[in-house]
């Protein structure tokens, strides 16, 4: 079973149609057992991490992530849920997030871009189990104005380039990050969700 995080940000039902839609057995849920029973783990997020940081916080959940991350099992960070793993965010101020994987997340410093990167850009990836499968060029959609910076490159598995290349997946052991969206981005994004729902670790 997999289990899709709800503390109250994010596109819940999206990513559990998703998967509803490859056939995984997929519960969204704000339940401490629940998250323990599952087989995978999914922490989606769209919105402010401070505002992610407190309604985790206030479900009585931060403690329970971690652990459940440091379980093994295969773990799943989207877009804000993948910022949530690193160490820091410096989203409007200094946020201390769930520290899983070394890095920081910082603005986007760019002059001649839009800033939110909103909508379909490629991906350089490495070889990896999400990927998979797949072995035409990428494009996946993004919606975010902050990402990863200072992750070392062995836990890099795919960059974007926009303005200049930013870390858009990642992996440490059994956990998962991906800035885009993959709920949201066709045949591709549902072959890494597919891919991630039949790991085995």
């Given at each position: 079973?997999?289990?899709?995080?709800d503390?109250?940000?994010g596109?819940?039902?999206s990513v559990?149609?998703?998967?509803?839609y490859?056939?995984?057995?997929?519960?969204v849920?704000d339940q401490?057992?629940?998250l323990?029973?599952a087989?995978h783990i999914?922490?989606?997020?769209?919105?402010?991490i401070?505002?992610?940081?407190?309604?985790?916080?206030?479900?009585?959940l931060?403690?329970?992530i971690?652990k459940?991350a440091?379980s093994?099992k295969p773990f799943?960070?989207?877009c804000?849920?993948?910022?949530l793993?690193?160490?820091k965010?410096y989203e409007?101020?200094?946020?201390?997030?769930?520290?899983?994987?070394?890095g920081?997340v910082?603005?986007?410093c760019?002059?001649?871009m839009?800033?939110p990167?909103?909508?379909?850009n490629?991906?350089?990836v490495?070889?990896?189990p999400?990927?998979r499968?797949?072995g035409e060029?990428k494009?996946v959609?993004?919606?975010?104005s902050?990402?990863?910076?200072g992750?070392?490159?062995?836990?890099?598995?795919?960059?974007t380039?926009?303005?200049?290349?930013f870390?858009s997946?990642?992996?440490?052991d059994?956990?998962f990050?991906l800035?885009?969206?993959?709920e949201?981005?066709g045949e591709?994004?549902?072959?890494m969700?597919?891919?991630?729902g039949?790991?085995k670790l």
């Open positions: 079973m997999i289990a899709v995080i503390y109250g940000m596109n819940l039902r559990e149609k998703a998967f509803q490859l056939g995984f057995d997929v519960c849920t401490k057992q629940t323990r029973d087989d999914v922490l989606p997020g769209v919105g402010a401070a505002d992610a940081l407190s309604n985790l916080e206030q479900r009585g931060t403690t329970e971690v459940q440091e093994g799943l960070g989207i804000l849920g993948m910022q793993l690193f160490g965010s409007n101020g200094e946020y201390e997030a769930l520290g899983l994987i070394e920081d910082k603005p986007f760019l002059e001649n839009r800033v990167h909103m909508g379909w490629s991906l350089i490495k070889n990896n999400l990927f499968n797949d060029q494009y959609y993004f919606v975010h902050y990402h990863a910076d992750v070392p490159e062995k836990n890099v598995i795919a960059r380039g926009y303005g200049y290349d870390v997946a990642v992996q440490k059994n956990l990050g800035q885009f969206h993959p949201k981005s591709t994004g549902l072959t969700l597919k891919n991630f039949g790991l």
